[in-house]
């Protein structure tokens, strides 16, 4: 367990706050404002301590400026952020040193110095410079061994932040201590990168249930034809070892039981629904079908537990979305406790504007599916244990 925010003294301090600053940005105008939102509760509850807050952060897209987003969260804390053009030279020393107990400064993304990616030491000196403690609260970049990630801890009493404890725990608790039966849909296109998650979450859960083009290769490996539907011919044998473990630990894995499918992607055309055995050659599997949705009654239970990562069809596509609105539905309807993994599964439940409608949304993509995959988060590690 990581010491967090209130485990530490922040009244009067200067405190250094990697924040979670990396959302989407279109022509300057700031969209989806989840992240900022979760960000806020850290920095509320520092501001209530009259801190003062040197944010720090990146954005993914190269070259994108963290200046659209000053105003965006200075609306959402009701309080006033002064962005500063670079996280490192004069101008962001001078706005430091003269920052007093109650003021937010805003830095420029981290990512536009290389030494930040390259987790240079120098580099992560001179950000723990500007304070007197670090919070870690940017959950979504904590499996980065960068150097706001992994390095600044070194030198600043290091805690976490609401969020980064919120998911950090939920998620760990889901899969430690889980209430029962604890079911996993797993979902998205490439068996290849979910591997190490089936192959974890299969040991941890009661059922798992496969969906998204990831099912195909599924789907091959047990010799049911899937036509032209996206497969990873290398993956058939992990596929296969899988199949061969969940028969071994007893453990319930569904696969689709009829599909959507479609002869072209780009131009969706000859859309129809068909059994699983019934697809054809010319056939492209674009989502699951409503057999498969139904399965899921089979094994949710009100009292139990569900991990939902990745979407069980082309849900972009609204044609091809009604799995994945099934799959959804049914969580919800079941009343068990339900964890949505990040990225893709985050975006459609937001876009749906079902977001709310879940226990636990995840703001991490590579983040939690790498906790969803037991694995440790180096950014994470670098905190302080909490004393028994
Ligand atoms: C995310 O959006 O998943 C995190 O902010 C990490 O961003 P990155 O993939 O650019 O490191």
Not at 86 to 98: I, P, R, T
Not at 132 to 148: K, L
Not at 354 to 372: I, Q, R
Request: aromatic share 4%; with cysteine.
């Amino acid at each position: 367990m990581k010491q967090s925010v209130r485990d530490i003294e922040v009244s009067g301090q200067k405190v250094l706050v990697r924040t979670m600053l990396n959302v989407p940005i279109k022509n300057g105008v700031v969209g989806d404002k989840m992240r900022l939102e979760a960000a806020a509760a850290t920095l509320k509850y520092l501001l209530e301590q009259n801190a003062a807050l040197i944010l720090i952060s990146h954005h993914s897209h190269e070259g994108q400026s963290l200046a659209p987003v000053a105003p965006v969260l200075a609306n959402i804390l009701g309080h006033p952020v002064t962005f500063v053009a670079d996280c490192l030279g004069e101008a962001a020393s001078a706005a430091v040193a003269s920052l007093q107990p109650g003021q937010v400064v805003m830095l420029e993304n981290l990512r536009f110095h290389p030494e930040e990616e390259a987790n240079d030491d120098a580099f992560a000196r001179t950000l723990a410079s500007y304070g007197q403690v670090f919070v870690q609260d940017d959950f979504t970049t904590c499996h980065r061994e960068h150097a706001s990630m992994v390095s600044v801890p070194k030198y600043l009493p290091a805690v976490a932040g609401f969020q980064v404890q919120k998911e950090v725990q939920t998620i760990t608790d889901a899969l430690e201590n889980p209430k029962r039966p604890l079911i996993a849909v797993a979902g998205g296109a490439k068996i290849s990168t979910k591997i190490p998650i089936v192959s974890f979450l299969l040991r941890k859960v009661d059922a798992l249930f496969i969906g998204g083009a990831m099912a195909n290769t599924f789907l091959a490996a047990q010799g049911v034809p899937i036509g032209k539907s996206l497969v990873e011919p290398d993956m058939l044998e992990q596929a296969k070892a899988i199949l061969a473990d969940a028969v071994t630990q007893g453990k319930s894995l569904l696969l689709p039981l009829d599909a959507i499918v479609t002869t072209n992607i780009e131009a969706p055309a000859d859309i129809r629904t068909v059994a699983i055995s019934a697809v054809g050659p010319d056939d492209i599997i674009a989502d699951i079908g409503p057999l498969s949705v139904a399965q899921l009654d089979t094994i949710l239970e009100p009292e139990g537990t569900v991990i939902w990562n990745g979407p069980v069809g082309i849900a972009e596509q609204t044609v091809f979305a009604s799995g994945t609105a099934g799959v959804a539905e049914k969580i919800i309807g079941s009343g068990a406790t339900s964890i949505i993994g990040g990225g893709d599964t985050a975006d459609y439940v937001d876009n749906a504007g079902l977001a709310s409608k879940f226990s636990f949304v995840s703001t991490g993509g590579g983040a939690s599916l790498e906790l969803m995959s037991g694995h440790t988060l180096p950014g994470v590690e670098a905190l302080l244990d909490k004393q028994n």
